[in-house]
């Protein structure tokens, strides 16, 4: 169950980041419910990856945390704000993943 909380606290993750770039990209009422979503996703993501804490190594968890947060921000990048989508961006992003699979699968709990 603690996996599956530190993806979800990855995806929150991901969340803040992308509110975050969507936030400078506007300006007004619409910057500030992007910076409302920014904490509220950051809140969400931090009480969660706290959560998992409990009892997961810190070093595994937050390692996954922060590299779904990676990828996932990435890929948004590459989605939503038109980021490069080069064979080196992508070859990288690939083995953060495989980094991750390899922790999961290393991790005695």
């Not at 996996?3 to 990855?10: D, K, R, V």
């Not at 009892?55 to 947060?69: D, S």
């Not at 890929?75 to 070859?91: N, T, V, Y």
Request: charged residues 10%; positive net charge; proline residues 2%.
């Amino acid at each position: 169950m603690n996996w599956i909380l530190l993806i979800i606290a990855g995806l929150f993750e991901v969340g803040f980041a992308t509110c975050l770039g969507k936030a400078r990209t506007v300006s007004g009422a619409a910057s500030v419910y992007w910076m409302i979503g920014f904490f509220v996703c950051l809140s969400i993501s931090m009480l969660l990856l706290y959560k998992v804490t409990q009892t997961l190594p810190i070093g595994t968890a937050y390692a996954v945390w922060t590299g779904i947060g990676a990828v996932g921000t990435v890929l948004m990048g590459i989605i939503f704000f038109k980021e490069p989508a080069d064979f080196w961006r992508l070859f990288f992003i690939t083995t953060l993943i495989a980094s991750i699979v390899g922790l999961k699968a290393v991790s005695s709990h």
